[in-house]
């Protein structure tokens, strides 16, 4: 399976970096993982939220079009579908099933993100109804993961 993250913001800090790194890093034998970063944009120099949204927008829509066509587009959302690290396996194991062998998550800025980011997605995915920074959503995501091939090929998961 091939995986990229599309994310909003870069990791400043060398603490989210270093997860990040690190679960990219067991992630190898099971899945390529790919990871790129669309620029924040700061709503004070653009008009606003919408306008700072419909720029990162922008920008993830141009990543998400150097992906396969057929990739399968997940978005991060605190409104979308909730699911148990066990479920998350099942559904990666059926989209694979279904074929897939691309798949693309999503995570906006911290003001949300565009329409046209919203419309393309396939399915919207949540941890919860807390709130998260995008930087600890990132991490989470790449641990989850990493959790759900390991609970797909019924190895164990080292705590």
């Known amino acids: 399976m091939r995986i990229t993250i599309v994310a909003v913001g870069k990791l400043k800090e060398r603490f989210w970096a270093e997860a990040c790194a690190e679960y990219l890093k067991r992630l190898q034998p099971y899945a390529r993982v790919a990871v790129r970063e669309v620029a924040d944009v700061d709503p004070g120099r653009v008009g606003g939220e919408r306008a700072a949204c419909d720029k990162e927008g922008a920008g993830v829509l141009a990543e998400l079009a150097r992906v396969a066509d057929r990739t399968h587009v997940v978005l991060l959302d605190i409104g979308g579908k909730e699911r148990s690290s066990v479920e998350f396996a099942h559904r990666l194991d059926a989209l694979a099933l279904q074929g897939t062998s691309d798949?693309?998550?999503?995570?906006?800025?911290?003001?949300?993100?565009?329409?046209?980011?919203?419309?393309c997605a396939d399915e919207t995915l949540s941890f919860g109804r807390i709130t998260l920074p995008h930087n600890l959503a990132r991490v989470v995501l790449l641990e989850q993961l990493y959790r759900a091939m390991k609970i797909s090929r019924g190895e164990p998961y080292h705590k």
């Open 103 to 119: 798949v693309a998550f999503v995570i906006g800025g911290s003001d949300g993100v565009s329409d046209a980011v919203r419309r």
